[in-house]
Nanobody, 125 residues
Framework: QVQLVESGGQLVQTGDSLRLSCVASGATMATYSMNWFRQAPGKEREFVAEISRESINTQYTDSVKGRFTISRDNAENTLYLQLNSLKPEDTAIYYC??????????????????WGQGTQVTVSS
């Protein structure tokens, strides 16, 4: 079973950029499709982005398209999320998650096989 640890979250201002990282251990990350989810205070966890095993396919939720970029380095067992042009509504705990498959369309949170503990991103206005 893969274990995931996120880092990189911090307090930033509107318009700033951040890069989140997620390091995998216990199993080869290359065997998983990888995902980022987020959960804002008082809201349900929502899908943000996913990337297929060999980085051929990516998918984003509409609210982050053109601002966030998901990438991975399988040799380093590391997943990334580049967050640009941050907005206060991006404030949330960001989680990385591993899945057996790449999902087109709706990405079900209950299909993830492993989750990290989350990293807090706070965007001040």
């Amino acid at each position: 079973q893969v274990q995931l640890v996120e880092s990189g979250g911090q307090l930033v201002q509107t318009g700033d950029s951040l890069r989140l990282s997620c390091v995998a251990s216990g199993a080869t990350m290359a065997t998983y499709s990888m995902n980022w989810f987020r959960q804002a205070p008082g809201k349900e966890r929502e899908f943000v982005a996913e990337i297929s095993r060999e980085s051929i396919n990516t998918q984003y939720t509409d609210s982050v398209k053109g601002r966030f970029t998901i990438s991975r380095d399988n040799a380093e067992n590391t997943l990334y999320l580049q967050l640009n042009s941050l907005k206060p509504e991006d404030t949330a705990i960001y989680y990385c998650a591993a899945a057996r498959f790449f999902y087109r369309g709706t990405v079900p949170a209950n299909a993830m096989t492993a989750w990290g503990q989350g990293t807090q991103v706070t965007v001040s206005s």
